[in-house]
């Protein structure tokens, strides 16, 4: 079976804090794509990364960056010095080889920064 | 350019009618995804297609769900005789190729009330 869990609920930070999003994932595939989406309050999913299960190199992007570890089946996203246009709902997603086109996401992760 | 769109943003129906929901994929993108939005089922997976062929319909939940494509484009998701746990958002998505090697970019979606 697939499944993501995002365990945290709900985040709230201050501005310019840093702040960690966790995302651990289960699949018995080999080969598997791994993803970060953020819903701003407008609602519309936006796409931030996708990672391969054969690309364990982390990634910066700015002020993001992501941490991908096999041995511990977590794919997980920081943000640095967050600011208030960083409240979202985020989304981690994962895609097997076995479940063809469909993404399966995390309950999702409310971060709420103050200013 | 052009991002995905759907049509109508807002749908309010009665119970029992029937509703036809409208997703435009991004120009080129040759799989289309249709998934759901709620509160107490997160963001599930309904169906996805590879051209006009929908290869995983897994995702519907009942046979009162159906969906189409055209010409490799347009898609149209119908639900008969519309319940109320059927209110929901129903988000579309299309990507370059196949599932996973290429992210899949997100509509702004349609809600849906029935009454």
């Known amino acids: 079976a697939q499944k993501v869990t995002q365990a945290q609920t709900e985040i709230s930070v201050v501005e310019k804090e840093d702040v960690t999003l966790d995302c651990v994932y289960e699949?018995?595939?080999?080969?598997?794509?791994l993803f970060w989406y953020k819903q701003p309050p407008s609602g519309e999913l936006v796409f931030l990364i996708r990672?391969?299960?054969?690309?364990?190199q982390n990634e910066i992007s700015g002020r993001y960056s992501w941490n991908f570890q096999k041995s511990t089946s977590s794919f997980n996203f920081t943000i640095t010095a967050s600011q208030v246009v960083d409240s979202a709902v985020y989304f981690c997603a994962l895609i097997t080889g076995s479940n063809t086109g469909k993404l399966i996401f995390g309950q999702g992760t409310t971060l709420q920064v103050k200013p | 350019g052009a991002g995905v769109s759907q049509s109508p943003s807002n749908k309010v129906t009665e119970k029992g009618k029937d509703v036809e929901l409208r997703c435009d994929p991004i120009?080129?993108?040759?799989?289309l995804y249709w998934y759901r939005q709620s509160l107490g089922q997160g963001l599930e997976f309904l169906i996805y297609f590879q051209g006009n062929s929908a290869p995983d319909k897994s995702g519907l939940p009942s046979d009162r769900f159906s969906a189409e494509r055209t010409g490799g484009s347009v898609s149209t998701l119908t639900i008969q005789r519309t319940q109320q746990e059927d209110s929901a958002v129903y988000l579309c998505?299309?990507?370059?190729?196949?599932?996973?090697?290429?992210?899949?970019?997100f509509g702004p979606g349609t809600r849906l009330t029935v009454t």
């Open positions: 998505a299309s990507s370059l190729g196949v599932p996973g090697a290429y992210e899949q970019y």
């Open positions: 699949t018995r595939d080999t080969t598997y794509y």
């Open positions: 120009s080129g993108h040759t799989a």
């Open positions: 990672r391969n299960s054969f690309d364990e």
